[in-house]
């Protein structure tokens, strides 16, 4: 039995055997904070069981086996949510939708975790089920609010965390554990079926061990969902890469002062690294940034905290937390004219954003300001929480996407984290840089949009065309040929370009190009502003496929010079120098 990437079985073992490795970790680190509904191991092994039968009908399910904690302020049908309060609980009936979308490729969910109550935080302290122990240094904060979900992934229980970021909760556990953290474009990943914390900034996120774990199980989650109004779908341009050579703004020294001295230091030497593995840093004035992220909790926008669960609390039930209340009670003072001037506030600043940013690739910041402990955050509940969502906040304010990496330790050994920020659905940009941070060649698709383009002389990787491609966000998929039935001729034009032309099965040679991925905004450009004699059209390839690729008119090609025999551009070129 085989699946997808992460539900290969003759990697990572049968389902069946998966669930009984995770529970027999369950008892052996006996971490029960970390959980506020565990499920029965034989219910797990069951589904498990049933996903080895799909499997063996031939069914295929790129997660299979894949072991899920999902945060417990998302619902999970015939479970309880309680959103870290008791009083709050209720069993849910339906699933939530991007849970849906991980059940049906083949995931598994053991249970629901522990968070910041309400979500309503950054550190994983303020729940009374528990404060969430980091999980390789128990005096340590876990970071929050999906707290439960990084920690059941740290400890090697799931494979995969769902949380929700609204602040930061997305980022700032993965920063502190020295794992992954996917904080897509609001709407993105649909938040039905999620407790919000504010509704018009909530974000489905995804906890990993790895960068390829996260980004398979995100695109599984991604897509439009009628249930959710605010849920989105990739626009027609969508960028489906980053650039070859990547340039990436930074925060000016002044920016950073919220940082300890060992994260300083640690983000420092993190960009060293990243400019020697030849990614292009430069300082910007972020300033702007960091004062909209002080509206999520500091300005009106905390009226949307209120709106959710504000009348729950006024019927002043025990088990809250005092400071989450404080938090949301806060919001009885704002009003309508001071929501709208926040808003106004956020319009400008995010226009602003653009255009400091304008011309990079993305933003790196480092993603958390320090490690505090849990005895820290219970001494300064407030001023450490707010301190670290410094660079997290503005994030889904000013609607950007983000993906948190590990950096260099801190020079104690400790995880340090960084992430890279990015405007709305230049989601796979993001990914694509975190791939380079962290030394990865080949990052996995996020964005699965697309057409199909095959292209065989200018545009080629290395030719003087191919910056056409990279402006459009292109992604190169592989190399491909023709069949035999194209002639491949050198056209008079500048700069230099071949022409390739039908002439039927066996008139020809098989012709080497190579094949990209584009968005339908993209491909429509190249259309729109194809010179003559060049045309886009069917192109069959030697594996059965036909694709769309750069072919030119028969006229022209009749009067060129023909380098059939070389069987690429690239050959020819070489021939003649």
């Not at 699933?95 to 969910?109: F, K, P, S």
């Amino acid at each position: 039995m085989t699946a997808g990437v992460l539900g290969n079985t003759e990697v990572h073992g049968t389902p069946t055997a998966r669930v009984a490795a995770a529970y027999r970790r369950i008892a052996e680190v006996d971490r029960p904070e970390v959980w506020i509904t565990l499920r029965a191991e034989a219910d797990v092994a069951a589904e498990a069981a049933g996903v080895e039968q799909r499997l063996a009908a031939g069914e295929s399910l790129p997660l299979a086996g894949v072991l899920v904690a999902v945060k417990d302020n998302i619902d999970v049908a015939g479970l309880p949510t309680t959103a870290a309060c008791p009083e709050f609980a209720y069993t849910a009936e339906v699933t939530a939708a991007a849970i849906e979308r991980l059940v049906a490729a083949g995931a598994l969910v053991l249970g629901k975790t522990n968070l910041d109550q309400f979500a309503t935080g950054l550190v994983g302290t303020r729940s009374p089920y528990g404060a969430v122990r980091h999980a390789h240094d128990p005096e340590l904060i876990s970071g929050g609010s999906s707290s439960g979900s990084a920690v059941a992934v740290a400890l090697g229980i799931a494979d995969i965390g769902i949380g929700t970021d609204t602040a930061g909760s997305g980022r700032v556990p993965a920063a502190l554990h020295g794992i992954v953290g996917i904080k897509a474009t609001l709407g993105i990943i649909p938040a039905h079926g999620v407790v919000p914390a504010c509704a018009d900034y909530d974000a489905v996120t995804v906890f990993a061990t790895d960068l390829d774990s996260a980004v398979v199980s995100a695109a599984v989650m991604v897509g439009p969902e009628p249930r959710d109004p605010r849920s989105r779908s990739w626009p027609a341009d969508v960028p489906l890469a980053a650039p070859q050579t990547i340039r990436l703004a930074i925060p000016r020294a002044k920016d950073l002062v919220a940082l300890s001295d060992s994260y300083r230091d640690a983000f420092a030497r993190t960009v060293s690294a990243v400019t020697s593995a030849g990614i292009t840093t430069e300082e910007v004035d972020i300033s702007e940034m960091l004062d909209a992220a002080l509206l999520l909790y500091d300005g009106a926008i905390v009226a949307e905290r209120y709106a959710a669960v504000g009348t729950f609390l006024d019927t002043a039930p025990a088990s809250t937390d005092p400071t989450v209340t404080a938090i949301i009670n806060a919001a009885r003072a704002t009003t309508g004219p001071g929501f709208a001037a926040d808003l106004d506030t956020l319009a400008r600043a995010k226009a602003a954003a653009a255009v400091t940013l304008q011309g990079f690739a993305g933003l790196l910041l480092p993603t958390t300001t320090e490690h505090p402990s849990i005895a820290a955050v219970q001494a300064d509940p407030f001023g450490i929480n707010r301190r670290m969502g410094t660079f997290t906040n503005f994030c889904n304010l000013l609607d950007m996407a983000a993906v948190a990496v590990p950096g260099l330790p801190t020079a104690t050994g400790a995880p340090f984290g960084v992430m890279v920020v990015t405007p709305a659905f230049a989601d796979q940009v993001a990914v694509d840089i975190a791939a380079r941070i962290i030394g990865e060649d080949n990052a996995p698709a996020l964005v699965e949009d697309g057409v199909e383009l095959a292209v065989f002389g200018a545009h080629l990787r290395g030719q003087p065309l191919h910056w056409q491609l990279e402006e459009i966000g292109a992604r190169f998929t592989g190399e491909i040929r023709t069949t035999d039935a194209y002639r491949l001729t050198a056209l008079d034009t500048t700069p230099p370009k071949p022409g390739l032309v039908r002439h039927g099965p066996g008139l020809g040679a098989p012709i080497l190009g190579e094949l990209f991925r584009v968005s339908a905004a993209g491909l429509g450009r190249f259309l729109a502003a194809l010179p003559a004699p060049m045309a886009l059209t069917s192109i069959e390839l030697s594996d059965g496929r036909a694709v769309i690729g750069f072919a030119c008119t028969y006229d022209a090609a009749s009067t060129a010079t023909d380098i059939t025999s070389y069987g690429s551009w690239k050959a020819y070129l070489q021939n003649q120098n």
